[in-house]
């Protein structure tokens, strides 16, 4: 009964997707997981960002899509002061912001808007700084405050960016997600109503595609933005089919409910690959998945624990069991793909007997401990509760006991956020290419006081080593700088690394022009259906 209801609502979603694409030319993409809001400065979820930055937004540099490359969006150029202090952005004329049911603009986009989008960020006493909660991890995480001495308004067109010390990673780092550009006129009218929340909800940009409607755990819809910068995209409609389950997804796919989906399951891609329907795309993944220790707690706060802990996990039959053997084993927070990657590193040993000594040595002889478990999934975890297990199951035998904890995905970045976990399961991909994207933003002094840094760890040696870093535009230097960080990383153990994955996306053959992400983003821009 099950299976012959399903292929019903799969046969009723393909005549209904294929009679809306007679009418209108509509992209599907079957995503994961139900967005946080509607604005990526507050959030870390690719989910999110997906839903948001990516056909909402865009930035004042940008990422050209399907590489790391960084190109002008919302600022045409821009110059660059001699010591590396002073940015100046010589903004795009004629850009519109969406018309919506709920927003008309009565201007174009301009200084003021580049000004409210970082005033809020960075002003704790700015009118929006509060509102929608109020926490920016990438902004905190990446010192962001500190840095940014101040921001000025040449003219309506001109924006110059005053620092407190060079920054080598600048312009990329301006082009990630976090720095999308919000409209200060819609935040005036909300603010003028007393609805400044619905800027997270009921969204307004200057991106490809318009926000039109959000049913929670079930759909997003966008419209193409008619007078949109980059030209209209030749897709009309554009529809997030929310699945979590990846079975699901893929049947879906394979129906022609969707035209794309996320994240699929490693057991499927033998399947997918002789699917005469499907093009399954691939590349390496700039990312990777990590346990991380809450190394503010006992008995995580010592480093020999953590790497007894490290010892235990059978990382070779994580791969075979999770990922079906596509991923490799993990050694450094950083993938293998981004310069300044140290091969030199020596990773923990699969060694139960000698992580039992260690415990016991360590003073640890009956430790009843958590490992939380992602109830998405994510390019470096397809299956963060079978990773789980596998965990509990090796960390049983050298004498510890695990219970393994989840919650619904916004819920469980929100509690981790604030430390509630002993352990727990998550992983990064890459924003914009470079090492200090992972080495700061996840592991740094700073990220550790309200940012991405879940292992809440803060070590002076290695957060010297990226400041130095970061101060130099040599990029041999950095990568010395680099090298030396990840040998205090992998001696500290914050983290258990466990894997770099591929990354493969199921694409139905009418769909042209979709790219693979080296940065994990789903992009619709460009994207045509035959």
């Known amino acids: 009964m099950i299976k012959k209801t399903l292929a019903v609502s799969l046969l009723t979603g393909a005549m209904a997707l294929a009679g809306q694409a007679q009418a209108a030319n509509t992209m599907v993409y079957c995503s994961e997981g139900s967005p946080e809001g509607f604005n990526a400065a507050l959030t870390t979820s690719g989910t999110t960002m997906d839903a948001s930055s990516r056909q909402i937004y865009n930035r004042l540099s940008q990422f050209k899509i399907g590489t790391t490359e960084v190109v002008p969006g919302l600022a045409e150029s821009w110059d660059v002061s001699a010591d590396g202090t002073e940015y100046t952005f010589h903004l795009r004329k004629g850009v519109d912001f969406h018309t919506t049911k709920y927003f008309t603009p009565g201007r174009q986009f301009t200084a003021d808007d580049v000004l409210f989008t970082f005033d809020r960020q960075r002003d704790e006493k700015h009118p929006y700084h509060d509102v929608n909660g109020g926490t920016y991890e990438y902004f905190d995480g990446m010192d962001m405050g500190s840095l940014i001495k101040d921001i000025v308004k040449i003219d309506d067109y001109t924006v110059k960016f005053i620092l407190n010390r060079p920054e080598a990673p600048f312009i990329a780092n301006l082009a990630m997600d976090f720095a999308s550009i919000l409209s200060a006129e819609y935040a005036d009218q909300l603010a003028t109503s007393g609805k400044q929340t619905e800027m997270n909800w009921k969204p307004v940009g200057t991106g490809p595609f318009a926000f039109v409607q959000y049913k929670k755990d079930a759909l997003i819809r966008y419209k193409a933005h008619d007078s949109y910068w980059g030209g209209r995209q030749d897709i009309d409609n554009l529809v997030f089919a929310i699945t979590p389950d990846a079975s699901v997804r893929y049947q879906k796919v394979k129906a022609g409910e969707c035209h794309l989906m996320a994240y699929p399951n490693p057991a499927d891609l033998g399947m997918m690959a002789k699917d005469s329907s499907i093009n399954l795309m691939k590349r390496e993944g700039l990312n990777v998945g990590y346990l991380g220790y809450n190394t503010v707690k006992p008995p995580f706060d010592n480093p020999k624990v953590r ?100 919650y619904e995905w916004g819920e469980y970045l929100k509690r981790s956020k604030a430390g509630e976990h002993d352990s727990v399961l998550l992983g990064w991909t890459g924003d914009n290419g470079d090492p200090d994207n992972f080495l700061r933003v996840l592991l740094g002094c700073q990220a550790a006081n309200g940012g991405a840094n879940r292992a809440n760890w803060c070590n002076k040696e290695f957060d010297d080593l990226l400041n130095k870093a970061l101060a130099t535009s040599d990029q041999a230097e950095r990568t010395k700088l680099y090298e030396q960080a990840q040998l205090v990383f992998k001696r500290e153990a914050p983290w258990a690394t466990i894997a770099h994955s591929l990354v493969f996306k199921p694409v139905r053959k009418e769909v042209s022009g979709f790219k693979i992400d080296p940065l994990g983003g789903h992009y619709f821009e460009g994207v045509t259906l035959k």
């Open 307 to 406: 790497k007894a802990l490290n010892m235990a996990i059978n990382k070779d039959a994580i791969i075979d069991a999770v990922f079906n053997g596509v991923a490799q084993v993990a050694k450094n927070p950083l993938p293998p793909t981004i310069w300044s990657y140290n091969d030199k590193v020596v990773d923990d040993s699969y060694n139960p007997e000698m992580a039992k000594k260690m415990l016991m040595d360590a003073g640890v002889t009956s430790l009843k401990t958590n490992v939380w478990a992602m109830p998405v999934q994510r390019p470096y975890n397809p299956n963060a509760r079978r990773m789980a297990e596998l965990i509990q199951a090796d960390w049983k035998k050298v004498g510890v006991d695990a219970e393994i904890v989840t």
